[in-house]
């Protein structure tokens, strides 16, 4: 199947914004979903729409067997030992803070270290601050080099044995680059440290296998990979996993109820207080069979090859300022264009049907790194094309002519 044949899948795109075809060039933020997953939530929602684990009744039953299996397909999908080490969350933001707040208070003490970088999205920052102020560690930011990446060497010197966790992005949402998250492991754990990768921009783009990489915790959202909103996944070793206490506590997660005292569930119920997101976990469940059956091997070289296309129609565009280094970027490009405020050039390219993302991108720190309050990003998927590239430069010419009226 061709990636023009892979469009037809996806609904939405079938459609003219202010007159003109829709060219949707913000999947970083949150990508578009394929007619499978979509008829899979109304076909839940139609036929099965029942509570899970609690019932003994038919509709109770296949919703609970259409849960687990989605959580086996996400096992299966990272690579993890057993589908004990998959939690369904909201999201990214929830399985960090869940790391946060359950493993991170509980073996940091004041003088300890948590490590990580200046590039982090807000969601694998400020859960770090609070820790901090909470136990009292020391928060360490890994220095970065002009172009907004950092050096194994220089993190190599910040992580000591007074090191608890490090945590750090896997595919960066503003550069759109790689870190070397599995030498980054090997040098947490000389020093007896944990690490946790924030792979929300990583699980669309790459196969991703979290033995391989050795990380302790890993984290990604549905919405970024054709699933539905709402639905998340925390990755974690189940040693790891089995020392933490919940965080969220009612319904569903215990094992034994007395009037000053309770005991919790097995892995991994024990997390998943209260009515689980059950459409979302299975509209998962349905995303990964699409992003397999496509093949992720695939989908990188695409996303990569779109994007190697649109940097260099890029440098061809006058007074344009690109972020972070050029090659290997993984489906995203941040710039800025003249003296155009990015808010403002999003808002003309929407009147040309072109969708993009404006502002600091959860990452307040990165932009001030490079001395910018704002800049504009254009991320890229596998139902985009070198059509749409054509047209979204064509939408930033007309916007420089537009500006210079």
């Known amino acids: 199947m061709g990636f023009t044949d892979i469009r037809k ?24 979903k394929p007619i499978q997953v979509i008829k899979t ?38 690579h993890a030992k057993s589908e004990q080490e998959i939690i369904f969350t909201r999201g990214t933001t929830s399985s960090i803070n869940l790391v946060a707040s359950s493993y991170a208070r509980k073996v940091c003490q004041e003088g300890d270290e948590i490590v990580i970088s200046a590039m982090e ?8 601050q609070q820790v901090a102020k909470t136990t009292g560690a020391v928060l360490k930011y890994i220095p970065l080099q002009a172009d907004g990446t950092f050096s194994i060497k220089d993190f190599e010197q910040k992580v000591t044995n007074r090191t608890k966790i490090v945590s750090v992005s896997h595919i960066s949402n503003v550069l759109g680059i790689a870190n070397p998250v599995k030498q980054m492991a090997a040098i947490a754990h000389k020093h007896g440290a944990a690490i946790m990768v924030d792979g929300a921009q990583s699980v669309p783009h790459i196969k991703v296998d979290v033995q391989e990489l ?61 009515t689980p997101i059950i459409a979302g976990a299975i509209g998962l469940g349905v995303a990964i069979d699409f992003l397999e059956q496509i093949g992720l091997d695939v989908i990188e070289e695409h996303d990569k090859q779109l994007t190697r296309y ?13 972020y972070g280094p050029e090659k290997d970027r ?25 969708a993009i993302r ?35 430069i064509s939408a930033l010419q007309k916007t420089k002519e537009y500006f210079k009226e």
């Not at 899948?9 to 970083?28: C, E, M, R, T, W």
């Not at 054709?226 to 990755?235: A, D, F, H, K, M």
């Open 9 to 32: 899948l996806f609904p939405i795109l079938d459609q003219k914004v202010n007159g003109h075809p829709l060219v949707y060039l913000d999947s970083a933020a949150s990508a578009q």
């Open 41 to 78: 939530l109304k076909h839940y929602y139609e036929r099965d729409n029942a509570n899970v684990h609690r019932g003994v009744h038919t509709l109770s039953s296949r919703a609970t067997d259409a849960y687990e299996a989605a959580r086996i397909k996400v096992s299966n999908f990272i």
């Open 121 to 128: 999205h807000h969601s694998n920052l400020l859960p770090w």
């Open 214 to 274: 050795d990380c302790d915790f890993y984290a990604f959202s549905g919405h970024k990979m054709c699933g539905p909103t709402g639905i998340g996944v925390l990755y974690g070793k189940k040693e790891l996993l089995e020392q933490m206490e919940p965080i969220e506590f009612g319904g569903e997660m215990i094992d034994h109820v007395d009037l000053h005292e309770a005991s919790w569930k097995e892995l991994p119920w024990k997390f998943e207080g209260g």
């Open 310 to 322: 649109v940097v260099e129609r890029m440098k061809q565009i006058e007074h344009l300022t690109m």
């Open 330 to 354: 993984f489906g995203l490009v941040t710039f800025n264009l003249d003296k155009i405020h990015p808010h403002d050039l999003a808002t003309v390219l929407d009147t040309l049907g072109v």
């Open 358 to 392: 404006a502002g600091h991108h959860c990452c307040q720190l990165l932009m001030k790194h490079f001395g910018a309050s704002a800049t504009a990003r254009a991320s890229f998927y596998l139902y985009n094309t070198e059509e749409d590239v054509n047209q979204f």
